[in-house]
């Protein structure tokens, strides 16, 4: 058995409930135990939770939607170019030693993910994005609003995604990682049903004050 959450959406700060769920897990690496793992943490979520809809945001689900709208294929506009998500957030990274290396925003996202520099270049101290500056607390602050961003230059995808209630990533374990796509994609469906979405992305500020502020 194991443990993942199941990411509802919630119209208060701060706009994503996590659930934990219990489930069967099915070991190996193939696409094949991907996709069974996620059918068992599913059916377990949703029989406490029969009236809601999940969605698997990852390139490992079976549904066309959450695979478009994983952080490798969401794109969007960056100095006109077309960029992968995934890319401008790893182009972006600010070490002590180097960086922003926004030559990623040309890789393929696999790559700007494993680029050697991101891990040789010392202590993470910020985020840069087209000139403005994020600060690493709270972590995962540039990559959910980024991630807005992205779904915001891609509106028949996000209207696609508020039909849903309720998001996971089979991938993404809370004890070792970070960033969630399944984070952000709740926070920005929460923040339209909250008709909050335009205040929160107006700024860098109103987007830390709307989104964290209830975290202290």
């Not at 609003?145 to 991938?171: G, H, K, S, V």
Request: proline letters at 4%; glycine letters at 6%.
């Amino acid at each position: 058995m194991a443990e993942r959450f199941v990411y509802e959406t919630c119209e208060v700060a701060p706009y994503v409930m996590p659930v934990k769920v219990e489930f069967e897990w099915f070991g190996g690496f193939s696409i094949a135990q991907k996709r069974r793992c996620i059918h068992a943490l599913h059916g377990a979520y949703l029989r406490r939770n029969s009236d809601r809809r999940v969605l698997e945001i990852s390139t490992k689900g079976e549904v066309e939607l959450g695979n478009r709208l994983s952080a490798f294929s969401l794109s969007m506009s960056v100095d006109g170019r077309d960029v992968p998500m995934e890319c401008a957030f790893q182009g972006g990274k600010v070490f002590e030693n180097g960086g922003p290396y926004v030559d990623l925003y040309d890789a393929t996202p696999r790559d700007a993910k494993r680029d050697m520099r991101l891990r040789e270049s010392g202590r993470l101290t910020g985020f840069s994005f087209l000139g403005q500056m994020w600060p690493t607390k709270p972590k995962d602050a540039f990559y959910r609003w980024l991630y807005i961003r992205a779904l915001m230059a891609n509106p028949a995808l996000a209207q696609q995604l508020c039909a849903y209630d309720a998001f996971t990533d089979i991938e993404f374990n809370p004890a070792r990682q970070v960033n969630c796509q399944a984070i952000a994609a709740a926070t920005y469906v929460s923040l339209v049903r909250a008709g909050r979405l335009d205040e929160a992305m107006a700024s860098r500020e109103a987007f830390l004050w709307t989104v964290y502020r209830s975290l202290g």
